[in-house]
T-cell receptor, first 113, second 115 residues
């Protein structure tokens, strides 16, 4: 596609439910990144992939968070047993090469009630 | 580990005035530095990046930034503010080019432009 597409744009879920956030990167982009942005803060790194391989997941806050990119294109970030503190904007970015700059999507606003 | 400090969470300037957004970084190795802009309900857009070439980096929309190693700074400037520059600006640091390593972002500076 023309840009990085994230869905849904907004997600409201009840505490304890699982959620799956989707990222569709720019076609052909090698690297894909997930960030989380709390209100009034800058984005915070979660994890990234080169092709289908998860290169670094050091930013995932705990084992309730996981991500996959099985075919090296679309990625899903899954949060199990959501908690209120998980409420944030979740941003995905992709880059054409391993050295390139990012293009960010518009994000998914997650609210846990 | 690397970090970024953006001085001033809010900056207000008059249209036509100089824009100066401050960024100081901490890195144990030579850094790569970036400025991103975020408009409401949009993704972050790359303004410019420093990757160890020229210390004065020119970006889009008339913005530029100068890497000063002695001051560990990478301040963003624009000679004359325009109403359309109102947005949130983020400075970020990486120890490898973006795409091979995660970026560490500052907490952002919201720029207001008064008519």
């Amino acid at each position: 596609g023309a840009g990085v597409s994230q869905s849904p744009r907004y997600k409201v879920t009840k505490r304890g439910q699982d959620v799956a956030l989707r990222c569709d990167p720019i076609s052909g982009h090698v690297s894909l990144y997930w960030y989380r942005q709390a209100l009034g803060q800058g984005p915070e790194f979660l994890t990234y992939f080169n092709y289908e391989a998860q290169q670094d997941k050091s930013g995932l806050p705990n084992d309730r968070f996981s991500a996959e990119r099985p075919e090296g294109s679309i990625s899903t970030l899954t949060i199990q047993r959501t908690e209120q503190r998980d409420s944030a904007m979740y941003r995905c970015a992709s880059s054409r090469t391993k050295q390139g700059g990012y293009t960010f999507g518009s994000g998914t606003r997650l609210t846990v009630v | 580990a690397q970090s970024v400090t953006q001085l001033g969470s809010h900056v207000s300037v008059s249209e036509g005035a100089l824009v100066l957004l401050r960024c100081n970084y901490s890195s144990s190795v030579p850094p790569y530095l970036f400025w991103y802009v975020q408009y409401p309900n949009q993704g972050l857009q790359l303004l410019l990046k420093y990757t160890s070439a020229a210390t004065l980096v020119k970006g889009i929309n008339g913005f530029e930034a100068e890497f000063k190693k002695s001051e560990t700074s990478f301040h963003l400037t624009k000679p004359s503010a325009h109403m359309s520059d109102a947005a949130e600006y983020f400075c970020a640091v990486s120890v490898k080019p973006a795409g091979r390593r995660a970026l560490t972002f500052g907490s952002g500076t919201r720029l207001q432009v008064q008519p």
